[in-house]
């Protein structure tokens, strides 16, 4: 499955940002998909999963119920909501799918076979 995320940028703080993810080869409806993020000078780190469903959704700690995962199965793609922007949302955001089906929530990065390129988000005061 190839993945092409999009939608970062600079943002204000309080402002609010959709990313997206588009995924093609793989059928994207049947893979459970996850955002993680990596900020200046931090290891990379998680931030939402959800199944492939789009029902049942997790997020990392620090999270702070700011950030929402979604998905739209019949355009293949993946967003992550991100509202109230703080500084500490500056990051570069990389969707990620697995390499099987399998129902599980994901939480590690080892366990994602394919990633996108990342699309960075700036936040300005």
Not at 17 to 25: E, I, V
């Amino acid at each position: 499955v190839q993945l092409q995320a999009s939608g970062g940028g600079l943002v204000q703080v309080g402002g609010s940002l959709r990313l997206s993810c588009t995924a093609t080869g793989r059928a994207f409806s049947n893979l459970g998909m996850a955002w993680f993020r990596q900020r200046r000078g931090k290891e990379r780190e998680f931030v939402a999963h959800i199944d492939y469903t789009g029902t049942s959704t997790y997020y990392g700690d620090g999270v702070g119920g700011r950030l929402t995962i979604s998905r739209d199965n019949g355009k293949n793609t993946l967003y992550l909501q991100i509202d109230n922007v703080k500084f500490e949302d500056a990051a570069r955001y990389y969707c990620a799918a697995p390499g099987d089906t399998a129902p599980v929530t994901r939480i590690h990065d080892y366990e994602f076979e394919y990633w996108g390129q990342g699309t960075l988000v700036t936040v300005s005061s």
